[in-house]
């Protein structure tokens, strides 16, 4: 038997985005985002729900990180909301927003928090969507402009940036599926903003290396994919759907190459790279973040999507509130995977986690032992990778707060902390005690294995 020890300097940290918990998008001279806008269309979110008030955290963000420093978290990832520090995307800086970020870093670090930015987590200014937002190849420019205002303003204190959170969820669900800001389903679109923001990442890198002085890297969700069956056609079909998903955007980044599989997939729509711009792409990251939560199995489909590959949900097995399933040795396997494709970069897990349907008892903590269970067993899955070798440097739960979930609005919970949006309560769950154990144990509290 040995302990579930995690080495000495792995980070441990709780994430966040801006969107989904500040609220006051308008505040003090900020200008709209794409999701400001979306999210007040009629019909587009659960429940009518926005982001206007969400977390109220713009207000109380040195509440939320004293809740954290008591919790023991380490670091924290945060994102920036473009808009509240550029209010039209470029030219003018907004000295209030820019100020909000000031206070939040300083905040962090005075209560030995590290502090982790992302700069892109889907919420482009809506006056750049106006000039065609991440269709329009200038986007690159816009975005580099950007990171150079945030890398001067913060990086004497932020040691870990990320360019972009989930690029593939932006542009699929927000040019392919269109359930996400700004809502538009373009196969000929969808295929230029997946260039551009490639190119943009690249170009927020290479700002970052003019004047960084820390480390610059970029976050991807990943998904590992199993066939149906074993049939030539249903691998076919998981191995087209994991091009689509798991490497469209890690393969250019790490290893200079489209997967052979896109142009065929994309089909008319497709856009053709230059060598030059597949070099640009290719440059060297200092980590990569996973964010994961689920697996899909999918079999063979001539008429579902491009990919032609659909989803078959395996009948009795555990599934969220988000109809996630629950399958911890899929983290363990994408860890691997990263580490053997791509020539085991620095990596961290930038987000995990589940929604449940969470109680709020009249007093007392939230028992939500169906995550304290999730956390358990995926913090052992990153266990069990780093002793394969991967090189895991952190661990960072998603979320630190419920919060709005993009369509699903305030309905699915993803908190530690369970908010009590009317009154704006925040209450510890369980989940936040076992991850706190955790914290203070080094990983001890997650128990032995059986070696
Ligand atoms: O809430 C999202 C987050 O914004 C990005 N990754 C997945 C989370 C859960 O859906």
């Given at each position: 038997m040995s302990t579930y020890l995690f080495p000495p300097n792995f980070l441990w940290g709780a994430a966040t985005s801006a969107y989904q918990i500040e609220g006051s998008p308008l505040a003090d001279g900020a200008g709209p985002s794409i999701w400001h806008t979306f999210a007040h269309l009629p019909g587009k979110i659960a429940n009518g729900?926005?982001?206007?008030?969400?977390?109220?955290h713009y207000r109380r963000f040195l509440d939320d990180i004293a809740l954290m420093r008591d919790l023991g978290i380490r670091a924290y990832r945060f994102s920036i909301s473009w808009s509240r520090v550029l209010p039209q995307g470029t030219g003018k800086p907004n000295s209030a927003g820019l100020d909000f970020y000031n206070r939040l870093v300083d905040a962090l670090v005075a209560n030995n928090i590290d502090p982790s930015a992302t700069l892109y987590h889907w919420d482009l200014p809506q006056a750049l969507e106006d000039r065609g937002g991440w269709a329009n190849p200038e986007s690159i420019h816009w975005f580099t402009e950007y990171a150079q205002l945030m890398y001067g303003q913060l990086d004497d204190r932020i040691k870990m940036w990320a360019t972009f959170n989930e690029p593939w969820v932006a542009f699929n669900e927000g040019y392919v599926e269109g359930r996400h800001a700004p809502g538009r389903r373009d196969w000929k679109e969808a295929a230029m903003v997946s260039k551009n923001l490639l190119l943009a990442h690249a170009a927020g890198v290479a700002a970052y290396r003019a004047v960084g002085k820390h480390r610059v890297g970029l976050v991807v969700n990943l998904v590992p994919i199993y066939p149906a069956t074993e049939s030539a056609a249903d691998r076919a079909a998981a191995n087209r759907f994991d091009a689509y998903l798991n490497r469209q955007f890690l393969d250019p980044v790490l290893l200079g190459e489209i997967p052979s599989e896109l142009p065929e997939m994309f089909a008319d729509a497709w856009t053709t790279w230059s060598a030059d711009e597949l070099r640009t792409v290719h440059q060297p990251v200092d980590f990569i973040g996973i964010n994961y939560y689920l697996r899909l199995v999918m079999c063979d489909d001539?008429?579902?999507?491009?990919?032609r590959a659909r989803i078959v949900n395996p009948p009795n097995r555990p599934r969220t509130a988000t109809d996630w399933e629950i399958y911890p040795p899929g983290l363990r396997e994408t860890l691997q995977w990263v580490s053997e494709r791509y020539g085991n970069p620095p990596v961290y897990i930038t987000e995990n986690g589940a929604a449940f349907d969470d109680v709020l008892p009249p007093n007392g903590s939230v028992n939500d032992t169906p995550r304290v269970e999730y956390l358990k067993s995926h913090l052992i899955a990153a266990h069990e990778a780093i002793a394969s070798g991967v090189d895991l440097r952190g661990y960072f739960v998603w979320s630190l707060l419920d919060n709005f979930e993009w369509q699903s609005g305030y309905a699915k919970r993803f908190g530690i902390v369970y908010v009590d949006f009317p009154s704006q309560r925040r209450v510890v769950k369980d989940s936040a005690r076992f991850y706190a154990d955790v914290i203070r144990t080094a990983g001890a509290a997650l128990g032995s294995n059986r070696d």
């Open positions: 729900d926005h982001g206007d008030i969400a977390c109220d001539a008429a579902a999507g491009p990919a």
